[in-house]
């Protein structure tokens, strides 16, 4: 089932060029595995007919996460807008699931699992993604 998640982050991905295979697993830790391996229970899938088709992955509280601010030296410039939106996710999608509003179903089940820990969630993007 990884496999699945795998294609569908590489395909969504804003970056699809890679140096070599180091560089290109790097991004994928900072992108996705970090989140699977450090916040599995607010991991979530979008299945249909039994395969998966999208998911959900993200931080509870970005300003205590110092792996991302290291990783990502432009989360810093954000930190005043931690306070009211700590929380941060990454969803993708992969093409024949979109426009079904799982999308929708996905984050207001992230929502969900982070309300009892964070006030807000914050969403970074970029303009090739």
């Not at 395969?51 to 601010?69: A, E, H, N, Q, R």
Request: one cysteine or more; proline letters at 4%.
């Amino acid at each position: 089932q990884l496999l699945e998640v795998e294609d569908i982050f590489y395909s969504s991905s804003a970056k699809s060029i890679f140096k070599n295979d180091d560089e290109r697993m790097k991004f994928k830790y900072k992108y996705l595995d970090y989140y699977i391996k450090n916040y599995p229970d607010i991991f979530l899938v979008g299945l249909i007919d039994e395969s998966i088709v999208g998911y959900i992955c993200g931080s509870p509280d970005s300003s205590k996460d110092t792996f991302l601010k290291e990783a990502l030296p432009h989360y810093n410039l954000f930190q005043e807008e931690y306070l009211s939106y700590p929380a941060h996710l990454h969803i993708n999608l992969n093409k024949r699931s979109r426009g079904l509003g799982l999308g929708s179903i996905l984050i207001k089940e992230f929502e969900s699992l982070i309300s009892s820990t964070s006030s807000g969630v914050h969403l970074l993007t970029s303009p090739e993604a």
